[in-house]
């Protein structure tokens, strides 16, 4: 029968059209919003040489580097992006965080050196990163893609340190520290894992973890005055992980 061959190259070529449709379906711009959890391990609050010995003569127990603990913040943000077939696309990517620091050198903020000297009880550590990432996306289902991505940006950062001066006085000697806070640029690199669940054509909700390393920051400029010691200064975050537990959703167009 002729019929067979026909019915067999009309299927073949309706199965073509769909594939394409269905490839062409995947491929396009995309946005996605999204919140969560941030948290910070690992980081070290670095003093220079001129502010830790004016520290140590006003009796305080002051280091050049000192652990850093935060509490953990929140994070939001979103990512635009293109999609280029079904399983490959790029984005940039745009969040902002917040962490409150927890103990500085093993004290609370208002105990620690740092924060009794400039008289300060809370420190918010605020940082906004910036990242150009590609991710791998295959299908674990016919609603469920597995994302896992790379990426390489920037993180601007500051703290809310006491601006103005301060002075004490130990031995007749009087030592005044006058500083603001500053924004400061570090390098930030990404490894992020997640899944995305298909709830409509061009919707998806999404969840995942995002490793974040961070290089050094500069957060606090200050010049100490006295007798026998003079100089300019710089409190620095030093490299740190970022861990990122966020969830949000993505419309495709």
Known sequence: MKTTPRIISALA???????????????????????????????????????????KRLGYDAKDSQKLKFKEGYIFGGAVGYRFGESFSTEIELDHAENKVDTIGGYSVQNSAVGDFLGQSSVTFKQTNLLVSGIYSPKLSETVTLNLGVGLGAQFSSANLT???QTSTVGGVAYTLSGKSKSDAAFLAQLKTGVS?????NFTFDAGYKLRFVGSTDVYEATLRS???????????????????????????
């Open 13 to 55: 070529i309706a199965g073509a059209l769909v594939t394409t449709v269905a490839q062409a379906a995947e491929t396009g711009p995309y946005i996605r919003l999204e919140n969560g959890v941030n948290s910070i391990s690992g980081a070290d609050l670095r003093l220079q040489s001129t502010t830790v010995t004016v520290l």
């Open 197 to 201: 669940i298909a709830l409509a054509k």
């Open 227 to 253: 007798t026998p010691l003079s100089g300019s200064e710089r409190f620095t975050v030093d490299s740190h992980l970022n861990h990122v537990f966020s969830a949000g959703f993505t419309y495709s167009f």
């Open 163 to 165: 601006e103005g001066s």
